[in-house]
């Protein structure tokens, strides 16, 4: 029986053999799998990061203008528009074409050659400064009455 007893058990150490041989492999498998999926999962979170990253500096870019947008009266524009419309309808093409026609192009452009265009521009850039200063110096003032109740309107 001891020979019997022997047989059988190295019989059972080769099957547990083949058994753990097999497990080995697939331990092996799995592992190669996580290494894979946990490679994946950090280049979507590195990808994640940088998607962050690039939201965040657009929306620094688009805050500006997007404060424009919403300091927009979309109803005073309406009505402005409404009212060039109207009057454009009542423009009478065929009377603008006809003046058009007539207007002496060579007169104009011998009027516009001695023109100092450079000194124009400059003095146009000035006058545009100068209002753009009126205008916050108006919002200042403005701002300054409020601040005291209304006395100076």
Known sequence: MDNQAMDSRAMDDR????????????LKF?????????????????????LFVQVQRLAAVCEPAIEKISDVDVESLNETL????ASLESVDWEQVA?????????ALNSAIDGL??????????NLNEVM???????????SFASMFGGIFN
Request: hydrophobic letters at 40%; glycine letters at 8%.
């Open 15 to 26: 099957g547990m053999d083949s058994g753990v041989g097999q497990l080995m492999k697939e």
């Open 30 to 50: 799995t592992r190669i799998i996580c290494m894979i999926s946990s490679a994946l999962t950090l280049c979507l979170l590195i990808g994640g990061v940088f």
């Open 82 to 85: 409404d009212h060039v419309n």
């Open 98 to 106: 006809d003046a058009l026609g007539e207007l002496d192009v060579e």
């Open 116 to 125: 100092d265009t450079e000194a124009l521009t400059e003095s146009l850039q």
């Open 132 to 142: 753009e200063k009126m205008r916050e110096l108006n919002d200042k003032m403005s």
